[in-house]
């Protein structure tokens, strides 16, 4: 920096040496955080979270209580039914609040089953090549061909119904797709020259896929993750709307709804509580997840 420059100049350079100095993923943090409706999610979601965690310890009705008295109450303040009860006379928020944290681990847990498996299973068919890669993604194409709920029921019936189990079934199924963004990711990264430094230095394949695939990859696999989960939240819901998920007395959002759907000439609140819930926890993370992308692609840097 030159001692005649003028102080407008030396701001300009300063500013201009701080975003060189800055690292690709600060970059991405702060177009994240420019981007209003990925905020606005983050915000709202954090505040469901915090709901799904405290509210059913320390809401005054048990989510399994029935009160005979008070079937179909519609929303009311009196005696803390803010959004009425159903069928049975149990507390609608209580049951909101259980089912909002059963979807949210549900998505949670499922994902990161898909996540263990699709970026081990990518990551090793990319690198690998050949027969191998051809062998592993023929096998991922023939499951893409098989239905969704044939697996789960298969995996519920051969081990079990338990929420553990729900949570495992659903993201053993759900790891293909994730499968393929790495791979594609992978094929592309193995040509680049810290691979090629790294073969010829004699790491083994198994520590290049670890310390070099894998960290490379995990941009597009972060934005797919925050796809991922309302994906299986949807999924969790469906097999509970079928009666193959959660069982009673613990319920979800989907189990929610199949019982609102039931009892909506009678009691509206039923369907339309659960329903919104779940509506404005998939929209959070929808926001999050194009914020994300639009963060982390290059194009728009």
């Known amino acids: 920096m ?19 100095g800055r690292s690709l993923w ?50 009311t303040f009196e005696n803390w039914h803010w959004f009425g009860t159903d069928a049975q006379g ?6 909101t609040l259980v089912g909002l944290r059963i979807s949210l681990m549900v998505g949670v847990v499922a994902t990161l089953v898909s996540l263990l498996i699709g970026i081990t299973w990518g990551a090793t068919a990319g690198f690998i090549g050949g027969r191998v890669d051809q062998v592993m993604m023929r096998i991922v194409d023939i499951l893409y061909s098989l239905p969704f709920i044939f697996f789960v029921i298969i995996l519920m019936v051969v081990f079990g119904r338990n929420i553990v189990l729900i949570f495992v079934a659903i993201g053993a199924v759900e790891w293909l797709t994730m499968a393929r963004i790495v791979r594609g990711q992978t094929i592309s990264l193995r040509k680049m020259e810290f691979v090629e430094a790294a073969e010829a230095a004699g790491v083994t394949r198994l520590n290049i896929i670890r310390r070099h695939i894998v960290p490379n990859v995990l941009g597009p696999v972060v934005v797919y993750v925050t796809l991922t989960i309302p994906v299986v939240i949807l999924a969790e819901s469906f097999l509970s709307f079928l009666g193959l998920g959660v069982q009673e007395p613990l319920t979800s959002l989907g189990r929610l709804i199949s019982h609102g759907a039931q009892d909506m000439e009678v009691a509206r609140w039923t369907l339309i509580v659960p329903a919104a819930t779940m509506m404005l926890t998939l929209v959070c993370f929808n926001f999050i997840g194009d914020g994300l992308r639009d963060a982390i692609d290059p194009k728009d840097r």
């Open 90 to 95: 149990r507390d609608l928020v209580a049951r």
């Open 2 to 20: 030159s001692l005649l420059s003028t102080p407008g100049e030396k701001a300009e350079m300063l500013e201009s040496a701080a975003v060189q």
């Open 26 to 75: 600060d970059d991405a943090r702060a177009r994240l955080l420019r981007n209003k409706a990925a905020v606005t999610g983050m915000i709202v979601l954090g505040l469901l979270v915090l709901l799904a965690v405290i509210g059913p310890e320390i809401w005054p009705h048990d989510y399994s209580t029935i009160y005979r008295d008070r079937v179909w109450t519609s929303p």
